[in-house]
């Protein structure tokens, strides 16, 4: 089993920006990604950004030179820096992490005034 807790999130204006942190406790040495996904209101859940236990990284195209995903395997964190958001950014974003079932947080708001 793994607990993911997430923090960061809140209200930004269009162009601001927000940090999330999620620490993962568990069994984390199983952990091989870790990663953001979001769910805005009436839409399916997507990812936004996963980092392999290698380094590997993948990005959500919209998302693309205005997120960067980081990982400390030392603190079993992942953080997401968010810049230049925009309204569309706005969702919940859950923290992620695979072993043999994915694993997720509970979820941090993000809001992005225009």
């Known amino acids: 089993q793994v607990q993911l807790v997430e923090s960061g999130g809140g209200l930004v204006q269009a162009g601001g920006s927000l940090r999330l942190s999620c620490a993962a406790s568990?069994?984390?040495?199983?952990?091989?990604?870790m990663g953001w996904f979001r769910q805005a209101p009436g839409k399916q859940r997507e990812l936004v950004a996963t980092?392999?236990?290698?380094?590997?990284?993948n990005y959500n195209d919209a998302v693309k030179g205005r997120f960067t995903i980081s990982r400390d395997n030392a603190k079993k964190t992942v953080s997401l820096q968010m810049n230049s958001l925009t309204p569309e950014d706005t969702a919940v974003y859950y923290c992620?992490?695979?072993?043999?079932?994915?694993?997720w947080g509970q979820g941090t708001q993000v809001t992005v005034s225009s």
């Open positions: 992620y992490a695979h072993l043999i079932v994915p694993y």
């Open positions: 980092m392999t236990n290698g380094g590997s990284t």
């Open positions: 568990g069994r984390v040495s199983s952990i091989s990604v």
